[in-house]
Nanobody
Framework: VQLQAFGGGLVQAGGSLTLSCAASGRAFSSYAMGWFRQAPGKDRIFVAA????????NYADSVKGRFTISRDNAKNTVYLQMNTLKPEDTAVYYC???????????????WGKGTQVTVSS
């Protein structure tokens, strides 16, 4: 599976952005998909994930109620709608794919290249 993330940019605090991640390769719909982020000098951490059937999305506590993950298996794409953005959301965001949904970076099967999100105060 090859993954490519799009949609990063610069936004003011309180604003919104939508990230998308296009996957190539077979059997996209059989993979759990998710997003992690990495701020400068910090570890890559879990943001959100969604199972292959779009059921039971998982979110980090820091983004619950503000971010929404979704997927369109017909388009081989996963999305991350980010609302009410805060400066602490500033990071490089990475999409990922797994045979089993995970919230741990060390268990991720496939990584995409990141996209920078910068939230100004």
């Amino acid at each position: 599976v090859q993954l490519q993330a799009f949609g990063g940019g610069l936004v003011q605090a309180g604003g919104s952005l939508t990230l998308s991640c296009a996957a190539s390769g077979r059997a996209f719909s059989s993979y759990a998909m998710g997003w992690f982020r990495q701020a400068p000098g910090k570890d890559r951490i879990f943001v959100a994930a969604i199972g292959w059937g779009s059921n039971m999305p998982n979110y980090a506590d820091s983004v619950k109620g503000r971010f929404t993950i979704s997927r369109d298996n017909a388009k081989n794409t996963v999305y991350l709608q980010m609302n009410t953005l805060k400066p602490e959301d500033t990071a490089v965001y990475y999409c990922e794919a797994d045979t089993v949904l995970t919230t741990s970076a060390i268990r991720v099967d496939y990584w995409g290249k990141g996209t920078q999100v910068t939230v100004s105060s």
